[in-house]
């Protein structure tokens, strides 16, 4: 998921499933969800899926519990060549606007206008 700032996946939920959190996360009420997959085929990312167990839709979080305790996602824990950058983009000390201030960082399909907040470090060719 790349958490857009202007999701398209919120606005074509019909029971307001997905939604944004004050903090900009982009989440999914399961007990909500009904499966109707509208806001699988609206993501431009390919970020949703169907779960075939639970029998709604399911996304990366980025670890919303983990970080609301002050943690960061796991796959940022994880990383052994701390590849991926995790916090909060309008603190300057954060290690993901120090990365941001120093390179040269795109988006993935930026024509959407979904504003996503996963930056792309050295990608030199467009992604579909």
Known sequence: ?????????????????TYQTGDGVILIDEKRCV????????CPYGARFFHPETRVVDKCTWCYHRVLKGMRPVCVTVCPVEARKFGNLKDRSSDVSKAIRANRIKTLRPEK????????????????
Do not use: L, W
């Open 1 to 17: 998921c790349n958490q857009c700032h202007n999701p398209s996946c919120v606005q074509v939920c019909p029971v307001g499933a």
């Open 35 to 42: 499966g109707c997959r509208y806001c699988i085929q609206a």
């Open 113 to 128: 206008g979904t504003k996503p907040f996963v930056f792309y470090i050295g990608m030199d060719e467009v992604v579909t």
